[in-house]
């Protein structure tokens, strides 16, 4: 069974306000992605690792960074939240890339 | 442009009977295909995938069919439970690539 976690669960906060939504696994998976996903719309890929220091941007535009400074750990920043930025976040892990394994998403309101 | 389609954005299937979920796409570079099962506020957990060089996966109560010909997959979920209703996602992986492409879901409610 997949272990990935992520923190906070949800969250709302103000405009302008950095924020950082914090993904671990403990299955010591290189692959590493974070998805957006907005009510009853597909997953989009923003970000994904392919390993330590290994960092590229996904599909859609996103104005958050991740970082990927220790394997089991992957955070995703937004410097100044917007209301645009509300949605759902999910974190995933793979090892081939093929089966993801998704943590439970982190619910994002900026008011 | 949308390359993995779910057309039909819901689906109600009486318990006890087949449930088909359907997914069509347009890259023919996709190589991989793989479904999602999401409750709400959880994040998504795989059920079933299928190689392209495969035409049907089966695993339990889960079979998955591939058409390449026509670009189109199905789930069939026989006998469906109230345990199955949920948002069902298709996915697809493009040859070389190890990103996943999502369909926009099919939300299955299963009735007693």
């Known amino acids: 069974e997949a272990d990935i976690y992520q923190t906070p669960r949800y969250l709302v906060i103000g405009t302008g306000k950095k924020i950082t939504l914090e993904c671990s696994q403990t299955?010591?998976?290189?692959?590493m992605y974070w998805y957006q996903q907005d009510p009853g719309m597909e997953l989009h890929l923003i970000h994904y690792s392919y390993g330590v220091n290994s960092t590229e941007k996904g599909d859609l535009s996103s104005e958050s960074t991740v970082s990927r400074i220790r394997t089991e750990h992957f955070p995703l920043t937004l410097e100044s939240a917007r209301p645009s930025h509300t949605s759902q976040y999910l974190c995933?892990?793979?090892?081939?890339?093929?089966?993801?394994?998704f943590g439970p998403g982190t619910r994002l309101t900026v008011t | 442009d949308q390359q993995v389609k779910q057309n039909s954005p819901s689906l109600s299937v009486q318990e006890g009977r087949i449930s088909i979920l359907n997914c069509d796409y347009t890259n023919s570079m996709f190589d991989y295909f793989l479904w999602y099962k999401k409750y709400p506020a959880e994040g998504p957990t795989f059920l079933i995938s299928?190689?392209?060089?495969?035409d049907k996966n089966e695993d339990g109560r889960f079979t998955v069919f591939l058409n390449k010909s026509a670009k189109h997959l199905s789930l069939h979920i026989v006998p469906s439970q109230p345990g199955d209703s949920a948002v069902y996602f298709c996915?697809?992986?493009?040859?070389?690539?190890?990103?996943?492409?999502f369909g926009q879901g099919t939300r299955l409610t299963i009735n007693p």
């Open positions: 995933a892990s793979s090892v081939l890339g093929y089966e993801q394994y």
């Open positions: 299928i190689s392209s060089i495969k």
């Open positions: 996915a697809a992986i493009p040859q070389g690539a190890q990103k996943l492409v």
């Open positions: 299955m010591g998976h290189d692959k």
